[in-house]
């Protein structure tokens, strides 16, 4: 019934049209494409808070299209206040000022990018005095179900969640926002904001800044936080593994099919799928609709299922699996405390057994990235540099693991342990390499910090030149100069790219926080990353400053040629 319904549909109606970056818009292209099969239908994209161009409609449906732009307005008034918190914990503070808003009888919601990070905040909350429920990706759906129907029912006055969140369901009328974490771009931010005071009711929406690199940015220019323009929606039409989905999909769908018929990106990935191929035609297999079936438009990677005992209590999309499951972490769900006992990457299951919930600290993983093999797809030249964009094999390795208290300082660890034998998991996906200079006056130790704190630096940056979250990219220095910066998710979100486009911009940014930090020579203000594998070692703000400096005094000096890496990672 529903496929009858498609295929005779004239027009087809895609609404909040910015929630589709990364992995959901290559998915959507390939959706558009399959659609336009069986008529040339009439297509309609609607967002309120995304800049939006003909390119981009043309990238997300395949064809040219009209942009009509609408009146701004917003019924209710919202109050927008950013607090500078300093060297505080942002979950503290998050959870504090929750506790305040829903005992003067306030409706709050309060985000987080980071899953496990808002499991935390959930617990920090009831130590003020009040159980409110976690919504996040990685839960059972009955359980998410539920929070939004407590929620917009009034049996809740709070909802600590991720980006889940953020738009596309009905929780009814909120009080405040707030944001626990400065969101990864302003389109984000505006639609997160945009939950609290509708209706013809007053809002607050309060977002914490603190001592991070761009918190830092935007405390010493808070005009610019407001101020920003939308950029532009990152996503990769060319992602291999969206493509295997729908090439899987689709002969299945039509049982077979010709080579010749096929688009060249599709024939590439018949030899990963298991086709039936006979000359110019390619069977559909019993394999293959297995194949299809467990594949899904909302990842790429593989998904670890998580059990304890003989009951699935969640789910993790790898690469990131990896940096929650590893063994011995300690995984919260619902606010319910685990401890993962093993973790099998041939049958993507982790096992874990069930904790005390007041269990006082938390675990975050020690880990390192390789290099494996990168193909160009474009180059260029920045402040003189070689610079190019391509296909990147990445090698991640968890090696051990640091403990951290609950209500500590995030920044000074407990202890660190090593495994035995390391965790590992390699994937292709997509990203850059850039070429940097060894300055005379650094030794090899000089040089190392002044790359590993570009790197971090660099990465922030992207924060504002290309909308990214911290955890959309990572990174790679090596002593020989090389950064390579890439999308941390299978197959590429397009965000890497839309930073190698912006990558004058974003040195700009990065020699304003290496520049203007009052620290000694390194800190959570400027350089140090929360998601560091090394645990922000072998850093220096002022050398990477140096480093920044002199390219872009000397650009026309700086003209390394493009050679292979050398040397171990310095992370």
């Known amino acids: ?135 996040r990706a990685g839960i059972n759906a009955e359980e998410r179900i539920k929070v939004e129907e407590d929620l917009k029912k009034g049996r809740i006055l709070g909802v600590v969640a991720t980006p889940t969140l953020e738009l596309g369901i009905d929780i009814g009328d909120l009080d405040a926002v707030i944001m626990a974490e400065n969101p990864p771009s302003f389109s984000k931010y505006i639609q997160r904001a945009g939950r609290a005071g509708r209706r013809n009711k007053v809002g607050y929406v309060f977002t914490l800044l603190g001592e991070d690199p761009i918190d830092s940015y935007y405390n010493r220019k808070p005009e610019e936080f407001f101020n920003r323009k939308m950029t532009p929606l990152p996503f990769d039409i060319t992602n291999i593994e969206v493509i295997r989905t729908h090439a899987a999909a689709y002969i299945v769908e039509k049982g077979k099919v010709k080579l010749s018929q096929l688009p060249e990106l599709w024939v590439r990935t018949l030899s990963t799928i298991p086709v039936r191929i006979s000359g110019d035609t390619v069977f559909s297999t019993s394999e293959l609709i297995r194949f299809a079936r467990s594949r899904s438009l909302r990842s790429t990677g593989p998904m670890v299922r998580i059990y304890e005992g003989d009951k699935k209590v969640g789910e993790r999309e790898l690469p990131v699996a990896l ?72 090698l991640v390795s968890v090696d051990g693991y640091v403990v951290y208290d609950l209500f500590g300082s995030k920044n000074k660890p407990k ?65 020989s100069g090389h950064i390579v910066i890439y999308d941390a998710i299978v197959g590429g979100s397009g965000i890497s790219k839309l930073l190698f486009d912006r990558l004058e911009e974003s040195y700009d940014i990065a020699l304003d926080i290496t520049g203007k930090c009052d620290c000694e020579d390194g800190c959570p203000k400027c350089i140090y990353s929360p998601y560091c594998g090394n645990n922000n070692k072998v850093l220096s703000r002022k050398k990477s400053f140096r480093l920044i400096t002199f390219l872009k005094e000397n650009r026309k000096d700086n003209k390394d040629g493009m050679e292979s890496p050398f040397g171990n990672p310095i992370v």
């Open 1 to 135: 019934r529903f496929r009858s319904l498609v295929r005779g549909a004239d027009h087809f109606v895609f609404d909040e049209i910015h929630v589709y970056e990364g992995v959901l818009g290559a998915h959507l292209r390939m959706i558009s494409d399959r659609l336009r099969e069986f008529s040339d239908y009439h297509v309609v994209g609607a967002s309120a808070t995304i800049g939006t161009t003909p390119e981009l409609f043309k990238n997300l449906f395949g064809v040219e299209g009209e942009i009509i732009q609408g009146t701004n307005r917003r019924k209710g008034v919202a109050f927008h206040i950013l607090l500078n918190i300093g060297s505080s914990s942002r979950w503290t503070i998050s959870a504090y000022l929750a506790s305040y808003l829903m005992r003067k009888g306030l409706k709050v919601l309060v985000f987080v990018d980071s899953q496990q990070m808002a499991e935390v905040l959930g617990k920090i909350v009831k130590r003020f005095g009040f159980d409110i429920p976690v919504h």
């Open 323 to 394: 940096y929650d499951l590893y063994p011995e972490a300690i995984y919260l769900i619902s606010k319910r405390t685990y401890m993962v006992e093993e973790i099998n990457l041939n049958t993507l299951i982790a096992k874990v057994k069930r904790l005390p919930d007041d269990l006082p600290y938390y675990t975050k993983p020690l880990y390192s990235t390789h290099l494996l093999s990168f193909k160009e797809i474009e180059k260029k030249e920045v402040l003189g540099m070689p610079a190019m964009y391509g296909e990147v094999e990445i």
């Open 415 to 479: 202890e660190e342990r090593y495994f035995k034998e390391p965790l590992t998991f390699s994937y292709i996906t997509k990203g850059m390499i850039i070429k940097h200079p060894i300055l005379q006056e650094f030794n090899e130790f000089d040089a190392a910090e002044a790359f590993h704190a570009t790197e971090h630096v660099l990465i922030s940056s992207a924060r504002i030149t290309a909308g990214a979250s911290m955890t959309d990219l990572a990174g790679i220095s090596y002593p």
